[in-house]
């Protein structure tokens, strides 16, 4: 958003360790005539300066306010809470509310669990079913070669976790504690689970891992490549992967990787 007389603009900032979260996100400014950045408040989700000389900030499912000079870009006093019961997303930290001119507030009720789906199965008539995992916001689900359990990355707590679901069981298997961990595999045998373990910032490094489906023995890192990586899909050997490799923040190249530390990638698909 511009704020008043065109000198700064504000928005909010996620973190690249946490993509699909924004519980840590910034509200930052950005002065026009200098170039400088500069962050103003940390831990919200979305926020607009209105004309009463307030940033209203969102920070789950409430709307607070706190007085804001905007030529000064500073915050006085403690944001104090305004509304509450306002729907959003946290996997991209919109929350549905909107603040016109005259200081109208006009909001979508609802809480954070409004971001929660639920798997399904679907025929070609479009008629779904439930499978029976319970609601979350999940990730990437995919089905095991013998079509017995399912491979999803879940969204809870400002992490994402890879489960395994049994559908005959009806039981949940946890393969991953904490961080960001992204893209589930089966191998072809329905043995393993090959996933991405993400680390934070745009460079650091990022780990395809491999644990067995039933979680009985621990993760095996195979291959740590530079930048983001996420994990398409496992050759029927076991021995190589391919990726999408973001290897800057507007590049990102479809590659081959073998699954052995010290392996690079090779390009297949490159170009901007």
Request: without cysteine; aromatic residues 6%; hydrophobic residues 40%.
């Amino acid at each position: 958003q511009m704020l008043p007389g065109g000198k700064a603009v504000i928005f909010v900032v996620g973190t690249i360790d946490s993509p699909d979260n924004y519980d840590s996100a910034t509200l930052e400014a950005h002065i026009v005539a200098t170039g400088e950045r500069r962050v103003i408040l940390s831990g919200v989700a979305m926020a607009r300066y209105v004309a009463t000389g307030h940033l209203v900030l969102a920070r789950g499912a409430t709307l607070y306010a706190v007085r804001f000079d905007p030529d000064r870009l500073a915050i006085s006093g403690t944001p104090e809470p305004i509304q509450q019961g306002v729907a959003g997303d946290p996997t991209t930290g919109a929350t549905h509310y909107a603040i016109s001119r005259t200081g109208a507030l006009v909001y979508v009720p609802g809480s954070p669990d409004g971001a929660t789906n639920r798997l399904v199965w679907a025929n070609r008539k479009g008629e779904t079913q439930a499978v029976g995992i319970p609601v979350g916001t999940y990730l990437d689900p995919m089905l095991s070669p013998d079509g017995g359990q399912i491979a999803v990355s879940a969204l809870a707590g400002g992490s994402t976790d890879v489960w395994v679901y049994d559908l005959a069981r009806k039981t949940l298997v946890r393969l991953t504690f904490g961080g960001s961990n992204t893209t589930p595999i089966w191998s072809a045998d329905g043995i393993y689970v090959y996933y991405v373990k993400l680390r934070s910032g745009q460079d650091f490094p990022n780990t395809i891992t491999r644990r067995r489906a039933d979680g009985s023995r621990d993760a095996e890192e195979l291959v740590t490549i530079p930048q983001r990586v996420y994990l398409k899909s496992i050759s029927a050997d076991g021995k190589s992967a391919l990726i999408d490799h973001q290897t800057s923040s507007s590049k990102t190249n479809v590659e081959r990787v073998a699954l052995e530390q010290g392996a690079v990638p090779a390009p297949l698909v490159s170009t901007p």
